[in-house]
Each structure stands twice: as C-alpha cells, then as structure tokens.
C-alpha cells in the first residue's frame, strides 16, 4: 500500500534539511535600537547614542557592521544576543578595532526606524 502523504513528508523535511540556511547575523541592531527607546532614556535622551559602525574583532575574522549605545561619549552598552555588557567607550573601540563610526540620537534612530522600516544600518 502507498502512502503519499508520507512521501509528502519525506520530501518535505528533506527540503527543508538539504536547504542552505542564511548565517546568524545577529540582533545588535534591533537591540541597540530597543535600548535607547526604553523610557527612562527617552525622558532624559542627551545623553544617549545609538552607534552603527565597523568593528574588526568581535568574534569572526572579518569586519563588520554593528551597533551598541554610547551614554555621555564615554561608556559603551552592548546589548545584543542578550547580553548586557558595559565597557569604557577607549577601551571597547580599541579591542573591537572600531571604525566607519555613525552616531544618532534616540530621536533620530526612531526616525530612521520609520523611514527605512528596518532596525539598521541606514547608511
């Protein structure tokens, strides 16, 4: 006896297997973003910034675009992959090799947000 629903299955699953699956990216972007929209910060946003920029040394062995929030141009807060780290802005951009730097206010970043209906890069 035949059973065609499941070689449906089979065909399916094998589908589904066999397909190639985009590399992880990452959520730094949306975190980021998430980070500078939370109410305390939206109250009081001077001294907050959402930063999109090339880092040579995360964890892979090739540059990247990332983003974290600087607070008062000294401290840096990772956010992404659910992690809540906090570093001194010198000291994170020379350990990641920072470069291509882009700073947005929260107001900005939200506006972006809307205008590109994404989380980020922009630029």
């Known amino acids: 006896?035949?059973?065609?629903h499941i070689h449906f299955a089979a065909k399916l699953i094998g589908s589904m297997t066999s397909r190639k699956q985009p590399a992880y990216t990452g959520d730094c972007f949306e975190a980021a973003l998430?980070?500078?929209?939370?109410?305390?910060i939206m109250d009081d946003p001077d001294d907050y910034r959402l930063?999109?920029?090339?880092?040579?040394n995360l964890r892979q062995n090739e540059a990247v675009n990332h983003a974290w929030v600087e607070e008062e141009d000294e401290i840096v807060h990772e956010v992404s992959g659910g992690r809540y780290n906090?570093?001194?802005?010198?000291?994170?951009?020379?350990?990641?090799?920072?470069?291509t730097v882009?700073?947005?206010?929260?107001?900005?970043a939200l506006c972006l947000m809307i205008r590109h209906g994404h989380y980020g890069p922009w630029d």
Do not use: F, S
């Open 102 to 108: 882009r700073k947005y206010t929260p107001e900005e």
């Open 34 to 40: 998430k980070y500078v929209r939370q109410p305390e």
């Open 1 to 4: 006896m035949d059973y065609p």
């Open 51 to 56: 930063v999109h920029g090339n880092v040579a």
């Open 86 to 99: 906090v570093y001194l802005k010198k000291i994170y951009y020379k350990k990641h090799q920072i470069t």
